[in-house]
T-cell receptor
Framework: AQSVTQLGSHVSVSEGALVLLRCNYSSSVPPYLFWYVQYPNQGLQLLLKYTSAATLVKGINGFEAEFKKSETSFHLTKPSAHMSDAAEYFCAVTRNTGNQFYFGTGTSLTVIP | NAGVTQTPKFQVLKTGQSMTLQCAQDMNHEYMSWYRQDPGMGLRLIHYSVGAGITDQGEVPNGYNVSRSTTEDFPLRLLSAAPSQTSVYFC???????????????FGNGTRLTVT
């Protein structure tokens, strides 16, 4: 079975500091990986996706993630945090059959002014 | 473009009552799914559908029924509500089943359900 593990249910960073949210996957076949963001009282929005075309993936709002097969990781980063980045972030995995997406437990990001 | 629309936004039920959570999408997506979100557990798949007339179970299907009579609609039915079903429910759709890599999920804004 596929799964993703997000290390750290809560992360706090200062405004302007580096954001690093961790995601590790477990999959017996090459996975397809996603990061979603959820703002309060809203549904999830796609930030970026890895589809094997390139290991470094750029998403919206300045976020990017790097797929590292040797580490089975897909960590999300942003060089400089903004107050508007405060939200919950979810890593998700699927295979190309695409009928089931598996989500991590989420990381709540707080940005301190 | 409305995207994925869920109704109601909030609902309170008593134990044993039944209800239907509505989900509609206007993007002509073939794939639709229901998730529940609970603190510390992320999103868990309840049921999904790859097209009209086709449904299947996800990770946590017990206590829920679905049907897909049209491409646009995918209602979720709670037959006899229990306090353990208190949760936030999300409907999500994508363009094509079987192409998860290139067809990410589009989410509705959720229904917050409380069962007392």
């Amino acid at each position: 079975a596929q799964s993703v593990t997000q290390l750290g249910s809560h992360v706090s960073v200062s405004e302007g500091a580096l954001v690093l949210l961790r995601c590790n996957y477990s999959s017996s076949v090459p996975p397809y990986l996603f990061w979603y963001v959820q703002y309060p009282n809203q549904g999830l929005q796609l930030l970026l996706k890895y589809t094997s075309a390139a290991t470094l993936v750029k998403g919206i709002n300045g976020f990017e993630a790097e797929f590292k097969k040797s580490e089975t990781s897909f960590h999300l980063t942003k060089p400089s945090a903004h107050m508007s980045d405060a939200a919950e972030y979810f890593c998700a995995v699927t295979r190309n059959t695409g009928n089931q997406f598996y989500f991590g437990t989420g990381t709540s990001l707080t940005v301190i002014p | 473009n409305a995207g994925v629309t869920q109704t109601p936004k909030f609902q309170v039920l008593k134990t044993g009552q039944s209800m239907t959570l509505q989900c509609a999408q206007d993007m002509n997506h073939e794939y639709m799914s229901w998730y529940r979100q609970d603190p510390g557990m992320g999103l868990r798949l309840i049921h999904y559908s790859v097209g009209a007339g086709i449904t299947d179970q996800g990770e946590v299907p017990n206590g829920y029924n679905v049907s897909r009579s049209t491409t646009e609609d995918f209602p979720l039915r709670l037959l006899s509500a229990a306090p353990s079903q208190t949760s936030v429910y999300f409907c999500a759709s994508s363009q094509k089943p079987g192409q998860g890599a290139y067809s990410p999920l589009h989410f509705g804004n959720g229904t917050r359900l409380t069962v007392t």
